[in-house]
């Protein structure tokens, strides 16, 4: 157990529908993380946050994608309007460290999403 | 876009030998980790090495590292059924912030 909490372990989606996904990182991380993973291939980065602050995102994040750190503590993944093609699993991590300098990711379970 | 490729894909090896697997990357980087992922799970950090190291061992886990070459391999010494997982690169670029790009990874199944 790293100390990365996400929730829902697993959801099961019709197409169209909204899901959202909550990552809570290790307390003192403030650097967090998301990455979706599908079967047989390596984690893809979707988007950073510093604090509350969103300061990369990955052109994989769709207009209908939305990620969240309202107070730089949890964070919230959304898909709206999800798609076949968006079934994977959603994957958080979290580190502490300062800029430029190196440090290990911890990574949540993970959120398997299946959209039908 | 993945920055890492693993080679190979897939190893198969019997418990007591050693697996070597490959990373080869594009870009000049700050440090490449090495994570492991059991089926259905999380990543779990292995090592990290940074770009003016060429060597580091922890435990059964040797990883050096080529910036000429662009490359760096894991060595899993005396394998156990227990290692059998996933072994993903990732690269901490010099260009790309604070985010780690992984590779597609090697899946290693040892056979007790």
């Known amino acids: 157990d790293t100390g990365v909490s996400q929730d829902p372990r697993h959801k099961i989606t019709k197409r169209g529908q909204n899901v959202t996904f909550r990552c809570d990182p290790i307390?003192?991380?403030?650097?967090l993380y998301w990455y979706r993973q599908t079967l047989g291939q390596g984690p893809e980065f979707l988007t950073y946050?510093?604090?509350?602050?969103?300061?990369?995102k990955s052109r994989l994040l769709s207009d209908r994608f939305s990620a969240e750190r309202p107070k730089g503590s949890f964070s919230t993944l959304e898909i709206q309007r999800t798609e076949q093609g968006d079934s994977a699993m959603y994957l958080c991590?979290?580190?502490?460290?300062?800029?430029?300098?190196?440090?290990?990711?911890?990574f949540g379970e993970g959120s398997r999403l299946t959209v039908l | 876009s993945q920055q890492g490729e693993e080679d190979p894909q897939a190893l198969s090896i019997q418990e007591g030998e050693n697996a070597t697997m490959n990373c080869s990357y594009k870009t000049s980087i700050n440090n490449l980790q090495w994570y492991r992922q059991n089926s259905g799970r999380g990543l779990v950090h292995l090592i990290l090495i940074r770009s003016n190291e060429r060597e580091k061992h922890s435990g059964r886990l040797r990883v050096t590292l080529d910036t000429s070459k662009k490359s760096s391999s894991l060595l899993i010494t005396a394998s156990r059924a227990a290692d059998t997982a996933s072994y993903f690169c990732a690269t901490h670029q010099e260009t790309s912030g604070s985010r780690l790009t992984f590779g597609e990874g090697t899946q290693l199944t040892v056979n007790p």
């Open positions: 991590a979290s580190r502490a460290g300062a800029i430029g300098r190196p440090g290990e990711l911890f």
């Open positions: 946050f510093q604090n509350e602050a969103q300061l990369e």
């Open positions: 307390s003192e991380h403030n650097r």
